[in-house]
């Protein structure tokens, strides 16, 4: 029995741990979240920069920067993308009903992201809390 097991996505007792340490600390500090993700679009645009991809490069400088100066603006930006891959499902969907349900929940939650933006922090912490205990939960086969 090993301690990390590879597998899709990954598996073991580690990972499992590690995701429910991550998940917590999210659902005690939300805006860590976004400050992990401004650090690394700094860093990726730096190995960019240095890979010699300017643009893509510097653009990614550009937007770890905004989001450490304004971190909230980073939910918006999801928010927004949200409604637009929403509306995008809705008429993309010819009204089969599944994508016609998923545009609409894509839509709305979109819209919940606007209106309260600290709930996409919450639900990052609970998909990895839940990822977690799956992981633990399979490792030991608890079901």
């Given at each position: 029995m090993t301690w990390l097991i590879p597998g899709l996505p990954a598996g073991g007792p580690a990972l499992g741990i590690i995701l429910l340490v991550i998940g917590i600390v999210i659902l005690i500090i939300p805006r860590i979240i976004n400050y992990l993700i401004a650090a690394a679009l700094i860093l990726s645009g730096i190995g960019w920069c240095i890979a010699g991809v300017w643009l893509?490069?510097?653009l990614a400088i550009i937007a770890g920067i905004v989001i450490l100066i304004i971190p909230r603006i980073l939910n918006y930006v999801v928010g927004i993308w949200l409604i637009i891959l929403g509306l995008g499902q809705i008429f993309a969907s010819g009204w089969a009903l599944f994508p016609l349900i998923v545009g609409a929940l894509t839509?709305?939650?979109?819209?919940?992201?606007?209106?309260?933006?600290?709930?996409?922090?919450?639900?990052?912490?609970?998909?990895f809390i839940i990822q977690g205990l799956l992981m633990l939960a399979q490792y030991y086969h608890w079901f």
């Amino acid at each position: 029995m090993t301690w990390l097991i590879p597998g899709l996505p990954a598996g073991g007792p580690a990972l499992g741990i590690i995701l429910l340490v991550i998940g917590i600390v999210i659902l005690i500090i939300p805006r860590i979240i976004n400050y992990l993700i401004a650090a690394a679009l700094i860093l990726s645009g730096i190995g960019w920069c240095i890979a010699g991809v300017w643009l893509w490069g510097i653009l990614a400088i550009i937007a770890g920067i905004v989001i450490l100066i304004i971190p909230r603006i980073l939910n918006y930006v999801v928010g927004i993308w949200l409604i637009i891959l929403g509306l995008g499902q809705i008429f993309a969907s010819g009204w089969a009903l599944f994508p016609l349900i998923v545009g609409a929940l894509t839509l709305l939650f979109g819209i919940l992201v606007m209106v309260n933006p600290g709930i996409l922090n919450a639900l990052v912490a609970v998909i990895f809390i839940i990822q977690g205990l799956l992981m633990l939960a399979q490792y030991y086969h608890w079901f």
